[in-house]
Structure formats: structure tokens, C-alpha cells
């Protein structure tokens, strides 16, 4: 048997509803105070017309209209009763008042089979009263708040126009965290000027924080996506897929046992993606990191001497 290098999304949700879990995207009509004025209109800088949202049903439909269409599309991959993580990933799905996110949060799990609910959001978007009513939530379902934390550099995350800073990130989750709220955040790997050991430093403070999971993301150039003009105007270095990799398994060793591994790689809508191309093909990706734990025998957490 194949030794486990990491805690795998799918693992996890095994462990804690004992059968195969699906996450089914939703497009829950919410904005950004990055792009509606209140903090800037751009966005930041690597997000999608979309919101991140690509591969989300039309934002037109109701959240049970969303949920039945792709729950339609898996039909012939999964068996009909299959259970479901209701995921909110467009844009920030906290930023409303409270009454609108209870409609829809509500909403989306009453639809059958749903076990639970994802939201993504930012964490300057998380009043108390909504972690309250998570906090509510939890005692009734599996809830989960994703948040784009990106880089802990300052430098960086004023280029990509985040629109908060590290204090405001370390306040939301240490809320969270007390109200016993799992959290997830979200890494980019390649911003611009980031050194590899940049990076790393990065995965070094996350692994030090009261988290649950996290996402990987390499830096995708999408043409719908403020950063496409930089880098056409401008041509930036990218990171080759080899050089993804090799950061990839040295963050694993970095990060603890427990956290839940969401994503090692990104996916890119292939209609707007620029660059970097390799990342298309995610399934080569994947084995490529597999095969590259295997033969240099990393595993999540090696360089915590813990095992």
C-alpha cells in the first residue's frame, strides 16, 4: 500500500460523513467591497470577471435551480445519492446583511442530499453577527469559511490590490477560530518578485495558525482578469511547472498533519487563460506532484518532525 503524502480533501470529508462528498458551486449573487467601490473598483488584480467563479451556474438562477443543474451534470459520474458540500465561491459571500445571507445559506441547505456549506469570502467581509449565526450553523451542519489570505508579504499583496492587510486577516480568524469555526485559506504560489524561500515563508505563518485546510493555487494569467494587461504590456516570469512543484512539496513538509489539503493545483478557466499553459492539462499536473512526493519521500509535515 502506497504510503498517504498529505490529508486530501477527499479523505477528510470520508472521514467525517463516511461516503464520498461532492462540492456543488453556486454563484449566490453577492459582489466585493473590492470591486463595488467601497474599497476599490479593480478587484484584485488576478480575479476573474467572474468573481472566481468560472465553473459556477448563472448567478441568475436560484440557489436550488444551481444545485439541481449541477447536481444534472454529475449524474453520470456519480450515483443519484451522492451527498453534497454546497459551495458559495463567487465573489464574497458574506457581504450582505444578514437577512440575505441566512435566505440563501438557508436555501441551499434544504436542497436534498446537501450536507454542508462552503463559503468563500474575504475576511474584512465578516461581521459578528454573521459569525455568530456560523457559529449557530455548525451545531446543525458541516460548515467551513474559506478566506484569500494569498501572501503574508506586504509588498505583494499591495500589487495584487487585496484591499486589506495581515492584522485584518489574523483578527477574522482568530474569530473564527474561538467560535470553533473551520477555516480555510487560500495560498497563490508565483506572484510577481516572490522568491521560492518568499513562499515558503508564507507556508511557515499559516502553518502556525488555528486552521483547518488550505488551498494551493499556481498564479494563472486569465484574459478576463486586470492582471492580463500587466503581464501583456509587460511580460512577467511565471513559474515553470517543474518550479511549482518543487514549492509545493517543500511547503508540504511545512504544514501540519491535521490540516486538510483542498488544492495543490488551481484550476484556470481555458478559454481566458493566458498563461502559464502548462496548468491546463490539472491531471498531468497532479500525477507530476504525486510522482514528485513519491521518489523524494515528502510527506506533509516531514520537516516538523513529528512523526
Not at 38 to 66: H, K, M, R, V, W
Amino acid at each position: 500500500m502506497q504510503p498517504v503524502r498529505f490529508y486530501s480533501l477527499n479523505q477528510f470529508l470520508r472521514k467525517r460523513h463516511g461516503e464520498k462528498v461532492i462540492k456543488l458551486s453556486i454563484d449566490g449573487g453577492f459582489t466585493c467591497p473590492n470591486r463595488d467601490g467601497f474599497i476599490s473598483s479593480d478587484g484584485c488584480i488576478f480575479c476573474s470577471e467572474s468573481g472566481s467563479g468560472d465553473f459556477s451556474p448563472a448567478a441568475s438562477l436560484s440557489i436550488t435551480s444551481q444545485l439541481t443543474t449541477s447536481r444534472e451534470q454529475l449524474l453520470s459520474k456519480w450515483p443519484s445519492s451522492a451527498k453534497y458540500i454546497a459551495y458559495f465561491q463567487s465573489y464574497s459571500n458574506t457581504y450582505a446583511p444578514l437577512n440575505v445571507l441566512k435566505a440563501k445559506y438557508e436555501e441551499a441547505l434544504s436542497f436534498p442530499q446537501v450536507v454542508g456549506i462552503a463559503i468563500a469570502t474575504r475576511p474584512d467581509c465578516l461581521s459578528d453577527a454573521a459569525i455568530a449565526y456560523l457559529e449557530e450553523l455548525t451545531h446543525r451542519t458541516h460548515v467551513w469559511v474559506e478566506l484569500g489570505l494569498q501572501t503574508i508579504h506586504p509588498i505583494s499583496s499591495d500589487y495584487i490590490n487585496r484591499g486589506y492587510d495581515l492584522d485584518c486577516f489574523e483578527t477574522t480568524l482568530h474569530k473564527l477560530a474561538a467560535k470553533n469555526i473551520e477555516t480555510v485559506i487560500h495560498l497563490i504560489l508565483g506572484l510577481p518578485g516572490e522568491t521560492p524561500e518568499d513562499m515558503l515563508r508564507t507556508a511557515t505563518y499559516v502553518s502556525q495558525l488555528p486552521l483547518q485546510g488550505i488551498k494551493c493555487h499556481m498564479l494563472h494569467v486569465l484574459a478576463n482578469a486586470p492582471l492580463a494587461s500587466l503581464y501583456v504590456k509587460d511580460p512577467f516570469p511565471l513559474l515553470t511547472e517543474d518550479e511549482y512543484i518543487f514549492i509545493v512539496g517543500e511547503m508540504l513538509k511545512l504544514l501540519p498533519p491535521h490540516f486538510v489539503i483542498h488544492r495543490l493545483t488551481g484550476d484556470g478557466d481555458a478559454k481566458h487563460l493566458l498563461a502559464p499553459l502548462w496548468t491546463k492539462n490539472k491531471r498531468h499536473v497532479l500525477n507530476a506532484i504525486s510522482h514528485y512526493l513519491k521518489i523524494n519521500d515528502i510527506y506533509q509535515g516531514k520537516s516538523l518532525n513529528l512523526y
